[in-house]
Each structure stands twice: as structure tokens, then as C-alpha cells.
């Protein structure tokens, strides 16, 4: 990771602004995607101490408010749950695991080059850039995967290698290009992260399954309960016959 000193300015007074009124996104698809991905991993990450955050700045340099950016989503790990008006690194004593870039033509440069090196030298394990209109991106989705390599002065430096499989080990999901959005499946059983639309389908339709076994039980419980009231009832008459006749004759 990148070392910056700290500004021998009073950091007291230093203000970290929190956005810079600029919309968003740029468009309802880059705006949707980002909302969805923010909202399907933080439904993922719930119990977990970490946080998940979008279009919001990060500050990697202590007194230096000017040396920041705005990731469109990012996870950060043993940090505290919850969201944050801007998140300073220095402060949480973590940088971003995993950072999700919802790209365009008009950001492809800044997103593959300033980006990209900024969050190799921040040390951030996966970027993620994802194409909701497909514009350049191929298949809509691209991650890479931080490592340190030895340059050819023999000095230690960080890059980010083509994650060629789709996964990310640090989510410990499969990433698929579905439409307009990514879709995120869980390793261990495969399973799709629902978006909130299809999570309240599936509340829905868990709702009416549990109505349907209720009015099923409640028929069933009230056919045996006719079937034991149609018992005792001849039972009682068997009972008023054998006092009047004694016992039936056998056949």
C-alpha cells in the first residue's frame, strides 16, 4: 500500500467534504446497477463486522482533502456496520477489500487507468468494473486481482492481474453478467443473492405457502374432527342400544 505523510497543517481544521453535488450516475442503468449491487451485498455482508458503501469519498491521505475518490460501491471488512458520510482510511485503520466501478465510454479512461492504479497502490484485493449498457466492456464484466511483483529494478510494486474465472475470493461469490445488473451466487451452495424485488417475491410466495399449509392442516384437523364426532356418536348409540337389547348378536 501507498504511504502519504500527513500534512503538517493543523488536520484539526482540515474539512472532508462529503460529496461535490455532481449526480450519481449517469444514466437510470448506472444509477440502478449501483443501488442494486450496494443493496444485494449488504443484505450478503448483515451479521458481519463490515461495511458496505456507495458513491461516497474515500480519503487515503491524512491532510489532504483533496487526494480522494468516489467508488461506486465498496466493501470494507473489520470495520464497523453502518453507513458514513465519507470514509478516511486512517481513521478505520482499513482499506476497501473489494471496490465496484459502474462504467462507461465517457469513464472507461479514468476508470482504467487513475482508478486502477490508485486502487492497486491503496491495496484494494478486487476491482470490479461492470458495463450496464455494454459499451466497451466485453461480456459487460471485468475484475482483476491485486498482487506485488518484483519490477525490474528489483523493487517491490503492486498490479492487478485478469480474474479470468468470474469469482472473487474475498466475497466468496461467482459474478455474472445478467442484463442491466450482476448477478452474485454463493460458492458454498450456488445459491443467487436475490435483489429486493425478487427477495419480496419470494417473501411473498413463502407468505402464501405458509397461508396454504395453514388452511391445509386447518381442513385436515377439522375432517378428523368430524370423523371423531361421527365415532362418538355411534358409539353413543351402540351404548343406548345395549341397555335397551343387550348385546348385538354376533354374525
Excluded at 444509477?31 to 474515500?58: D, H, K, M, P
Excluded at 475470493?169 to 424485488?197: M, N, S, W
Aim: proline share 5%; glycine share 6%; charged share 25%.
Amino acid at each position: 500500500m501507498t504511504i502519504f505523510s500527513p500534512s503538517p497543517q493543523d488536520t484539526e481544521t482540515i474539512i472532508y467534504p462529503t460529496g461535490d453535488g455532481k449526480p450519481v450516475a449517469e444514466t437510470f442503468d448506472h444509477l440502478y446497477a449501483l443501488l442494486i449491487t450496494l443493496e444485494v451485498l449488504r443484505q450478503y455482508l448483515s451479521g458481519q463486522r463490515a461495511t458496505v458503501l456507495g458513491n461516497q469519498y474515500l480519503y487515503y491521505a491524512q491532510g489532504f482533502p483533496k487526494l480522494r475518490t468516489a467508488p461506486d460501491v465498496m466493501v470494507i471488512f473489520d470495520v464497523e456496520p453502518g453507513g458514513r458520510d465519507n470514509y478516511k482510511i486512517w481513521e478505520e485503520g482499513q482499506t476497501p477489500s473489494v471496490i465496484f466501478e459502474i462504467t462507461s465510454e465517457s469513464t472507461r479512461a479514468k476508470d482504467e487507468s487513475f482508478k486502477k492504479t490508485l486502487y492497486a497502490q491503496l491495496g484494494v484485493q478486487e476491482y470490479w468494473q461492470f458495463d450496464p449498457k455494454g459499451e466497451w466492456i466485453p461480456g459487460q464484466l471485468r475484475g482483476y486481482r491485486w498482487q506485488e511483483f518484483l519490477n525490474s529494478e528489483g523493487e517491490v510494486e503492486p498490479a492487478y492481474l485478469d480474474i479470468t474465472d468470474d469469482i472473487s475470493q474475498v466475497l466468496k461469490l461467482r459474478l455474472v453478467a445478467e442484463g442491466r445488473l450482476i448477478g452474485f451466487y454463493r460458492l458454498d451452495t450456488g445459491e443467487k443473492l436475490l435483489i429486493p424485488d425478487e427477495l419480496a417475491a419470494a417473501r411473498q410466495q413463502e407468505a402464501i405457502a405458509r397461508q396454504q399449509e395453514a388452511t391445509a392442516r386447518q381442513q385436515a384437523e377439522a375432517i378428523a374432527e368430524a370423523e371423531r364426532q361421527r365415532a362418538d356418536a355411534l358409539e353413543a348409540e351402540l351404548a343406548r342400544y345395549r341397555a335397551q337389547f343387550g348385546e348385538l348378536p354376533e354374525s
